[in-house]
């Protein structure tokens, strides 16, 4: 029988190697959850979409199964140590007859690490569908070549960045992604598997001066789910600069199918003019 990367081996627990193994967590009492430690050699701060993600899930494991995540706004509270199992706390604020809300707090050694609101619908027939962008116009993935964005915390992602004719620095602002390893076929799932993409880039890439700034280290991210969307298929993620003021910088976000449906819309705020020795949440 071939193991799983989260099975026991020998008595010791190897760590999740791909994002659906980050999504499989432990349940505690009390509408606790575990989610286990990715990285054993040396400390690593946690990538933010994966505590994101992992918090909508264990949020997604205590509401009735029919309800489907649409949105979440979370903030990073203090830096996570990939090293250290996460707990994922969650309480239950409301079940009414169609909308579920949920809040989560991950911890770490008793400290809270991040924090979110999220709320599930009941799908809801006849609904009015309605869009006002459209996809960029870019090549279509099967004819880029792959990109790296840093397999130490993406796992197993696939990214292809096309030429949009916009100069960026250091992180691409446009950029083609999907998970390789297969998610299960349930909307949350796949919901989270978008949250665990939302947070790989930046938009401030594309802002004024950004080639004098060090890291971006994430403040709060949000994330609206419209539209049901498989994350193991591609998905054109654009980022776009906002404002920045105040040592804090905020950029948009929008993620397409291939076929040019808007399935999800982010928007974060990130420190700006910022030194590398960051105590808050950062990008690895």
Avoid at 8 to 19: A, H, I, M, N
Avoid at 73 to 82: C, E, P, R, S, T
């Amino acid at each position: 029988m071939k193991l799983s990367s989260r099975e026991v081996f020998d008595g010791e627990q190897v760590t999740p190697v791909t994002v659906a193994e980050l999504l499989t967590l432990q349940p505690l009492p009390h509408d606790r959850f575990r989610a286990e430690p990715v990285s054993v050699a040396g400390r690593r701060a946690i990538y933010g979409g994966q505590i994101a993600a992992q918090a909508l899930r264990a949020a997604g494991l205590t509401v009735p199964g029919d309800r489907v995540a649409h949105s979440l706004h979370g903030y990073f509270l203090a830096a996570g140590d990939a090293g250290v199992p996460v707990e994922l706390r969650v309480e239950r604020d409301r079940d009414g007859g169609r909308y579920s809300g949920r809040r989560v707090t991950a911890h770490q050694r008793n400290t809270a690490i991040f924090s979110m609101g999220c709320s599930f619908s009941r799908p809801k027939d006849h609904a009015t569908e309605y869009q006002a962008v459209e996809i960029p116009a870019v090549a279509p993935p099967t004819e880029l070549a792959g990109y790296d964005l840093n397999a130490s915390r993406t796992f197993d992602l696939e990214a292809r960045v096309p030429d949009s004719g916009d100069a960026w620095y250091r992180w691409p602002a446009r950029f083609w992604v999907r998970i390789r390893g297969p998610l299960e076929d349930d909307p949350n799932i796949r919901a989270c598997g978008l949250v665990f993409l939302s947070d790989l880039c930046t938009g401030l890439s594309r802002a004024p001066q950004i080639e004098r700034v060090g890291l971006l280290p994430s403040l709060d991210h949000t994330v609206w789910l419209h539209r049901r969307a498989d994350p193991n298929d591609w998905v054109l993620i654009d980022l776009n600069p906002l404002a920045a003021s105040g040592g804090r910088g905020v950029y948009t976000g929008q993620i397409y199918d291939q076929r040019g449906t808007l399935v999800a819309s982010l928007v974060q705020e990130s420190l700006f003019d910022i030194d590398q020795g960051s105590p808050h949440q950062g990008r690895d």
